[in-house]
């Protein structure tokens, strides 16, 4: 058995099929079927079920997942040290995010670490939910994840999590739209707007949706999108409900920002799974310290 076989067989795993494991792989699909093979004669057993056109996993398999994953952290991690001996003169770093939180405080939080180690390379994988990136994590397809939940840290005991800041909720308008000054606004003056609001189960449609049952507010627009919740209100289409974290850009783009009054705010964390972290990682997390 080596490295090569165990990351072929948890790419199938997590794509399900042999072929579209070789297409994320890069290989051929002879060899991802070659290389499953050969592990399974080395081990004794089958470690897939064909269903259908997929496969699914042997009971041998399932118990094969969780030591392949460790080891293969445990090899990428062993090569990061090795090769950050003198420092971190390169590398790659992966982030799973939420789409809200890499505007900010991600955006802000990357910028401190490249001034630091402008050498390691980092990437930023999207994840919708709090769970898709305790997910990534757990698969190792992010080593560091950053997550906002209304909640609080505590449903997350799997994780080490980093608390980063609260953010609220804010209203978002074109400058020619009439909204009275002070903050935080006066929720009657939105009667007869057009809300443009985030889908169901987020922070942001729930503050909408408190907006619409208190006043005569309409739903003009519901979008899973959020990049495209700025150019929707730019466009005229209507307000818009954002998290504090599109204040910033809402600015630039010379939107009109106030604060809602609501109870409803997000705790944004830094999360990560595992003790051994690469070098990489543990000088991003004590760069998100000392900032």
């Not at 042997?58 to 080891?71: F, I, K, M």
């Not at 293969?72 to 991690?77: I, K, P, Q, S």
Request: overall charge negative.
């Amino acid at each position: 058995m080596d490295i090569r076989h165990l990351r072929y067989f948890l790419a199938v795993v997590d794509h399900g099929t042999v072929h579209r494991a070789a297409e994320h792989l890069y290989v051929a699909q002879p060899s991802v079927s070659h290389t499953l093979r050969r592990l399974e004669e080395e081990l004794g057993t089958e470690l897939f079920m064909r269903r259908g056109r997929g496969l699914v996993l042997s009971s041998a398999g399932q118990a094969l997942v969780d030591p392949a994953r460790e080891l293969l952290r445990l090899m990428d991690v062993a090569r990061a040290t090795v090769e950050s001996i003198d420092g971190l003169r390169g590398g790659r770093l992966t982030i799973a995010s939420m789409p809200s939180q890499a505007v900010s405080p991600l955006t802000g939080m990357i910028k401190a670490f490249a001034d630091r180690y402008p050498d390691v390379e980092v990437a930023v994988v999207a994840s919708d939910r709090p769970e898709d990136v305790r997910e990534a994590l757990r698969t190792g397809a992010a080593e560091l994840g950053v997550l906002a939940t209304p909640r609080g840290f505590d449903q997350f005991g799997d994780l080490h999590v980093l608390p980063i800041e609260t953010q609220r909720f804010v209203l978002v308008a074109r400058p020619d739209v009439e909204l009275p000054d002070g903050e935080p606004i006066d929720i009657s003056v939105l009667s007869d707007f057009r809300l443009i609001v985030g889908q169901p189960g987020t922070g942001m449609r729930r503050v909408a949706d408190e907006i619409i049952a208190a006043t005569n507010c309409r739903l003009a627009v519901e979008i899973e999108h959020r990049e495209a919740l700025l150019p929707l209100v730019l466009g005229g289409v209507g307000v818009a409900v954002v998290a504090e974290s599109w204040q910033s850009l809402a600015h630039a783009v010379g939107l009109t920002v106030r604060t809602l009054p609501t109870t409803e705010v997000l705790h944004v964390g830094l999360a990560w799974e595992h003790q051994r972290l690469s070098p990489a990682a543990a000088a991003f997390i004590e760069t998100s310290r000392d900032n």
